[in-house]
């Protein structure tokens, strides 16, 4: 089975469009989502209807924070930018699409591997993995031989040897990476909707459960167009910039 790992879609349509056809090339049989469908693009209604119709089709869905506080409202305590991309995105999904978004879990366990957005050893909580160190206490929280997560916006991939010996690296994108079961790994796959390394081009991951091999894909599409519709939209200025410089 060679499932596509989806995150942080982040309500960009040209960018799940482009991932989503690059997919079907690397004959994937399944899709995981890892959460944040909605938040800082101009296109939740749609990414959070195809999100249903990848779910209905056997999906693998888990909420993110961003589709989480959708849910709830908006909070003081957040950034004005994502404050008012929540409140904003609110007004433009209907009762069903939110009522999906309340519907997912947390967290997803099959065939050895956790799908998560954002950690294993407290999700509810959005901690980043940021660091060698996340890494390995999200890897000590589960019995899993495999995590994927999302939250961090840039592809990344640890492992942990059986005698405490941890490592990582930034993968090369289209390079299959050997992922055997006796370490454990934890891949991030990057942003689909709104990528944050210096580079626009949407990322993503092909997980190949036979051949225990991983790898991330990085996939051009018309971020120009993207940014064009947060601002039409009246969003904040520098979530258009963002999907254009890649930050």
Same mark, same amino acid.
């Given at each position: +089975?060679?499932?596509?790992?989806?995150?942080?879609?982040?309500?960009?349509?040209?960018?799940?469009?482009?991932?989503?056809?690059?997919?079907?090339?690397?004959?994937?049989?399944?899709?995981?989502?890892?959460?944040?469908?909605?938040?800082?693009?101009?296109? $939740?209604?749609?990414?959070? !209807?195809?999100?249903? !119709?990848?779910?209905?089709?056997?999906?693998?869905?888990?909420?993110?924070?961003?589709?989480?506080?959708?849910?709830?409202?908006?909070?003081?305590? +957040?950034?004005?930018?994502?404050?008012?991309?929540?409140?904003?995105?609110?007004?433009?999904?209907?009762?069903?699409?939110?009522?999906?978004?309340?519907?997912? =879990? +947390?967290?997803?366990? !099959?065939?050895?591997?956790?799908?998560?957005?954002?950690?294993?050893?407290? $999700? $509810?909580?959005?901690?980043?993995?940021?660091?060698?160190?996340?890494?390995?206490?999200?890897?000590?929280?589960?019995?899993?031989?495999?995590?994927?997560?999302?939250?961090?916006? !840039?592809? +990344?991939?640890?492992?942990?040897?059986?005698?405490?010996?941890?490592?990582?690296?930034?993968?090369? =994108?289209?390079?299959?990476?050997?992922?055997?079961?006796?370490?454990?790994?934890?891949?991030?796959?990057?942003?689909?909707?709104?990528?944050?390394?210096?580079?626009?081009?949407?990322?993503?991951?092909?997980?190949?459960?036979?051949?225990?091999?991983?790898?991330?894909?990085?996939?051009?599409?018309?971020h120009e167009a993207?940014?064009?519709?947060?601002?039409?939209?009246?969003? $904040?200025?520098?979530l258009a910039d963002?999907?254009?410089?890649?930050l």
């Amino acid at each position: +089975m060679r499932i596509a790992l989806l995150t942080d879609l982040h309500a960009n349509r040209e960018a799940l469009e482009a991932v989503l056809h690059h997919a079907r090339g690397e004959r994937v049989g399944r899709h995981a989502l890892l959460g944040d469908f909605v938040g800082y693009g101009a296109d $939740p209604a749609w990414v959070v !209807e195809r999100a249903r !119709e990848l779910a209905a089709a056997g999906a693998i869905v888990v909420l993110g924070n961003h589709d989480e506080a959708v849910v709830r409202g908006s909070r003081p305590s +957040m950034r004005a930018d994502a404050r008012h991309s929540i409140d904003w995105t609110r007004g433009h999904l209907d009762a069903g699409q939110l009522a999906f978004l309340a519907s997912l =879990p +947390m967290t997803h366990t !099959e065939a050895a591997v956790l799908y998560v957005h954002a950690n294993a050893w407290d $999700p $509810p909580k959005w901690s980043y993995i940021e660091t060698r160190h996340d890494a390995v206490r999200s890897l000590h929280a589960t019995a899993c031989r495999y995590t994927v997560c999302g939250h961090v916006h !840039e592809p +990344m991939l640890y492992h942990l040897s059986g005698t405490g010996k941890a490592g990582e690296f930034k993968p090369v =994108p289209g390079v299959a990476i050997p992922v055997p079961s006796h370490r454990q790994w934890l891949a991030i796959p990057g942003s689909v909707g709104q990528p944050r390394d210096n580079n626009p081009a949407a990322c993503y991951a092909v997980f190949d459960l036979d051949a225990a091999q991983l790898t991330y894909h990085r996939v051009a599409y018309d971020h120009e167009a993207a940014a064009a519709k947060v601002r039409a939209a009246g969003l $904040p200025q520098n979530l258009a910039d963002r999907l254009v410089d890649g930050l």
